[in-house]
Each structure stands twice: as structure tokens, then as C-alpha cells.
């Protein structure tokens, strides 16, 4: 009996290995088996395939995929005030890859666990910030490493009011979240990314958004 195949794991997930099993969206590819690595929090699959190549000969692959579900993110604005909120956290993985102290300047953001795209972006803007945002405009889901991670991001923009005091720090504690509030000038957060002190993904997307069609549009 192997935990979140036969018996819930500690989540209480079972049946994990079925993932993919039966896709058939495109026939050049044949799936073979999935087979679980890992259901420590999220999930490490090994999935085998046949693929036809373009000159048709057929190839045996495998390829690890990590599934952490779909998130949402969202780029905070007040127009008038040519601001922006970002928040800031440690990040162990990108501390790891050579970031001077993990500290990532970030767009807030979350995963979804179960709420629609709207309601999960509310709720971590809430959590991250503090505050309560205004209509939030679908922007674009993207992929973000879809060579080996699972998840779509689904990415907003939002105002908030830049009358409201914000909070030094907020998060949830019980999830260990420790996070400042940073708010920024709109120019001054896009010269941070020509700079490389914002390397966050959909931070950096989000912000050259806003100055190529959102609400700084030219500000660049």
C-alpha cells in the first residue's frame, strides 16, 4: 500500500498516480505510465510517453513534472498616485540559486486551493497586504516553467486606495509568512527591473505590462 496512491497521504489525497493517464488532446503523444515520486506537500510525478517525432519515428521519453496546483497574482496600482504595492519575502529556492539573501520583491500572490481566480487573488492581497482591492482585471495566464512545473498563473491588476494606511509586515502567521509591504512609485519599480533588483517573473511581466498597455502605459 503506498500513501496517496492506495491510502491517503498526508493530505489525504489518494489515486495521485492518475494524473495524465488518460490524455488524448494530441496524438503524437502515447501515455505510457505515471508513476508518483513524492506527495510530501505537492506533487513529483514521473510520467513515460511515446512521441512521434515531425519525420514520424517514434521515441520512448520520461519527464518529472512537479504539481503545486494553479495560482493568481496581481499587480496593485493607484493611477493617480503612480504607485505600486509589491511585497517581500524570503524565498529559499532562489536564496539557493546565487540571490544575495532571498529577499524577492513580489506582486502578491498565492495558489488557488479550490476558489475561483478572482476570489484566491482577494484573499492574498488581503493576507499579503492588508488591503481591500479594487475590480480586478484579468490580464493573462501564463505557464511559468512549463518544462517541468504544472502550474498556470493566472495574472491581475488591481487599484487600491492610496488613502489607506498600510501595514508595515502582514501574512499569515500559522502559515509562516513574514512579509513586508513595500510601496514603490511606478517608474521607480520599473527601473528596478532594468537593474535586476526585481527578478520575480510575474513581478517583472506584471510591471512591463502596466507601462506597455495598463495604467502607466508610457510611463516608460
Not at 508518483?36 to 520512448?60: E, I
Amino acid at each position: 500500500m503506498t500513501a496517496g496512491i492506495d491510502t491517503p497521504d498526508g493530505r489525504g489525497r489518494t489515486g495521485l498516480d492518475r494524473q495524465g493517464r488518460d490524455l488524448t488532446g494530441n496524438p503524437d503523444v502515447r501515455i505510457v505510465d505515471v508513476e508518483l515520486l513524492s506527495s510530501d506537500w505537492y506533487v513529483l510525478r514521473k510520467t513515460t510517453f511515446d512521441y512521434r517525432h515531425a519525420n514520424g519515428r517514434w521515441t520512448r521519453e520520461s519527464r518529472e513534472t512537479y504539481d503545486r496546483g494553479d495560482g493568481a497574482a496581481v499587480l496593485l496600482y493607484d493611477a493617480d498616485r503612480g504607485t505600486v504595492v509589491l511585497t517581500q519575502q524570503f524565498r529559499l529556492p532562489a536564496y539557493v540559486n546565487e540571490h544575495p539573501d532571498g529577499m524577492l520583491l513580489e506582486v502578491p500572490a498565492g495558489l488557488l486551493d479550490g476558489d475561483a481566480p478572482e476570489e484566491a487573488i482577494r484573499r492574498e492581497a488581503a493576507e499579503e497586504t492588508g488591503l481591500d482591492i479594487g475590480e480586478p482585471h484579468l490580464v493573462f495566464a501564463s505557464y511559468m516553467s512549463p518544462g517541468s512545473v504544472t502550474e498556470r498563473l493566472h495574472c491581475f491588476a488591481a487599484p487600491y486606495d492610496g488613502s489607506a494606511t498600510l501595514a508595515d509586515r502582514a501574512g499569515v502567521a500559522e502559515e509562516g509568512e513574514d512579509i513586508i509591504v513595500v510601496e514603490l512609485p511606478f517608474t521607480e519599480a520599473l527601473e528596478m527591473v532594468r537593474t535586476g533588483q526585481i527578478s520575480d517573473a510575474k513581478t517583472v511581466m506584471l510591471l512591463q505590462w502596466a507601462a506597455m498597455e495598463g495604467p502607466f502605459k508610457g510611463a516608460a
